[in-house]
């Protein structure tokens, strides 16, 4: 039954945020699940005073949402995204205009976002990707060779995961890996639930500074990487060069560095499935794609705001609202996906949402798709015989990020 938004409703038995509590490292959290079983759209509390917002967590409804433009992406600064979690709201006005950050064109709906984006669609096509094919190989190689030469048991976190893809989004912009102590820190601390508002302010602060002064020696002296041709565009002020290229950095690495390692993880964990995809490396392509449904290392959810009162699926909703989509639950729908607990290499995972969906679907995707593939084949191909150095419930979890993980996975062979 639908409840009108602007209703007197009772929030005891409303749920406060995205439950993030998790009882297996590769399953969505089961009160999140439970969620969904009993509801595919539902009120949600964002605030302990019981603000309210909305929660979608099946697979047709996500989709509708991602896609419809009466649902907006412009919330302002990561710092003040309405993430509903203790700790933030003294940093969050909920009925206030926030200030959009320069650049940020995920935060922006068309036809600001549209005209930032299309600066960088031409780097991003399938082609352009293909052609990055041999440099990535040479970053994995690299990598592998290091893994074998050093101790065991190693961190595939620190060793591998991290490496592969920072090694990469910097080569492609042109930000010196060697400096990438003065980027790491604060890219992580906009992804941390627990970080005060005032600390995300500061830690995108520092990011903006460090691309700012890159982009300047870029301009006075180009080189042939991303940086210098957004730096010399006529059209693009500093800022919004600085926040674009913020943007590709942060996101460029963390995410696909997280699916590295707990997507080796969950392999090692379904042993037959690591064994079937060294068997049959024809099916590594569509492997990832099942890695990226099952694993959904998107955490807290995608968030919109609602531009204007409408009826959507038997709701009122009202302007302002927000409304957060769980892509764990999207991806785990038995309405969409055949027998979504299990992983399944050789299945089909076509319509997973881990990228998004819509006008806002993940810029990189062809690149982080490119990156997995060659480095599980490279991994399962150099050390057959990986495995775990540590009972799977002894594995450090990333549960106070945006993003899910492994803090370290340590691997022997």
């Not at 320069?102 to 299309?118: A, K, N, Q, S, V």
């Not at 963390?254 to 079937?276: F, S, Y």
Request: glycine share 8%; with cysteine.
């Amino acid at each position: 039954m639908s409840t009108p938004a602007d209703a007197a409703v009772s929030t005891d038995d409303i749920p406060y945020g995205i439950p993030l509590e998790r009882d297996h490292p590769f399953d969505p959290p089961a009160a999140v699940m439970a969620l969904h079983r009993g509801s595919e759209m539902r009120r949600m509390r964002y605030y302990p005073e019981g603000r309210l917002g909305w929660l979608v967590t099946s697979h047709r409804l996500a989709r509708k949402v991602l896609a419809d433009t009466r649902f907006s992406s412009t919330l302002g600064a990561p710092a003040q995204v309405p993430i509903p979690m203790p700790g933030l709201e003294a940093y969050l006005d909920f009925e206030g205009d926030f200030p959009l950050t320069p650049g940020m064109f995920i935060e922006m709906d068309p036809p600001d976002h549209t005209r930032l984006r299309r600066k960088l669609t031409g780097v991003f096509t399938v082609k352009r990707m293909k052609q990055l094919e041999p440099r990535i190989a040479e970053h994995v190689n690299e990598r592998l060779d290091a893994l074998a030469a050093g101790p065991r048991p190693a961190d595939l976190v620190r060793d591998f995961a991290v490496p592969v893809p920072a090694m990469m989004i910097c080569e492609l912009l042109g930000v010196p890996y060697g400096q990438r102590e003065r980027f790491e820190a604060d890219a992580r601390a906009l992804f941390t639930t627990g970080e005060t508002g005032e600390g995300k302010q500061q830690a995108m602060l520092n990011l903006f500074g460090f691309i700012g002064e890159l982009a300047a020696a870029k301009r006075a002296d180009p080189a042939d990487d991303l940086l210098s041709d957004l730096a010399a565009d006529a059209e693009l002020s500093e800022e919004e060069v600085a926040g674009m290229a913020v943007l590709l950095l942060v996101a460029g690495h963390e995410t696909t560095a997280k699916m590295l390692a707990l997507g080796t993880m969950a392999l090692l964990e379904n042993r037959d499935q690591w064994d079937l995809l060294r068997e049959r490396p024809e099916l590594m392509a569509g492997g990832v794609e099942e890695l990226l449904r099952y694993l959904s290392i998107i955490h807290t959810g995608l968030i919109r705001q609602v531009k204007e009162d409408f009826e959507f699926e038997g709701h009122q909703i009202k302007a302002r609202e927000y409304v957060t989509v769980s892509v764990q639950t999207a991806n785990r729908d038995e309405a969409h996906f055949i027998d979504p607990e299990k992983l399944d290499v050789a299945g089909d995972a076509k319509g997973h949402l881990t990228f998004g969906h819509g006008v806002h679907q993940c810029l990189g995707q062809q690149l982080a798709r490119m990156e997995m593939r060659i480095a599980f084949a490279g991994l399962i191909g150099r050390f057959p015989g990986l495995r775990l150095a540590v009972p799977a419930a002894e594995v450090p979890l990333v549960t106070g990020q945006s993003f899910y993980g492994v803090a370290e996975l340590p691997v022997t062979w």
